[in-house]
């Protein structure tokens, strides 16, 4: 079955635009969180979601940063005024439950502000 | 959160040789999970250890979670190519959904 979609893979930006990051979790899975690695870095926690529910939003770096997920499945993480520090990997992942359990994890978006 | 030290940062095996992987955390774990990482891909789901002194195997890979919950470690039996990644440790505390990582250790196996 198809895994954790996230699109665009690569999204190159110029300093200052906005950029939106979409997640495709695994059907029906109810928790879906954001994720962001530095190079040589583990993941990073960002966000996290409950059905359409956003549960927690501690690991998001500044109010630039935001997430939703209205529907309770697609996810889109915008990043508004980027900059160069924002460039990093985006990773994505979802989960069946709504504890904590494995962890599905898609390939991740690289973006990279000039 | 859980601050999770990984070590060694990186390593290069011998085909065929064996190699070990820690991770130890400054506070008990209550569930610690393993990924592995290969370029361009998401990180793929190894095993996930949450009793003391647990040990799981899953092909020739072998977890262990110490009696002290604070500590795993990684082994792999007779390394081959297809073992080449970077091995993640992920922990869970007491609030049970967020995932700290340590920043993984990078695998080479020589031919």
């Known amino acids: 079955g198809a895994g954790v979609s996230q699109s665009p893979r690569y999204k190159v930006t110029k300093r200052g635009q906005d950029v939106a990051l979409r997640c495709d979790p695994i059907?029906?899975?109810?928790?879906l969180y954001w994720y962001r690695q530095a190079l040589g870095q583990g993941p990073e926690f960002l966000t996290y979601?409950?059905?359409?529910?956003?549960?927690?939003k501690s690991g998001l770096p500044n109010d630039r940063f935001s997430a939703e997920r209205p529907e309770g499945s697609i996810s889109t993480l915008t990043i508004q005024r980027t900059e160069q520090r924002d460039s990093a990997m985006y990773r994505c992942?979802?989960?069946?439950?709504?504890?904590?359990?494995?962890?599905?994890f898609g390939p991740g978006t690289r973006l990279t502000v000039l | 959160s859980q601050e999770l030290e990984q070590s060694p940062q990186s390593l290069i095996v011998q085909e065929g040789k064996n190699l070990t992987i820690n991770c130890t955390s400054s506070k008990t774990l209550y569930g610690l999970y393993w990924y592995k990482q290969k370029y361009g891909e998401g990180l793929i789901f190894l095993m996930m250890?949450?009793?003391?002194?647990e040990e799981k195997s899953h092909e020739k890979i072998t977890a262990k979670l110490d009696e002290k919950k604070q500590q795993s470690s990684l082994h792999i039996t007779a390394s081959q190519p297809s073992h080449a990644g970077i091995y993640l440790c992920g922990a869970d505390g007491a609030s049970d959904y967020k995932l700290s990582f340590g920043a993984g250790t990078t695998v080479t196996v020589r031919a």
């Open positions: 992942a979802s989960s069946p439950q709504t504890v904590i359990g494995e962890q599905f």
């Open positions: 979601f409950n059905y359409e529910a956003q549960q927690d």
């Open positions: 250890l949450q009793k003391g002194g």
């Open positions: 059907s029906g899975h109810v928790s």
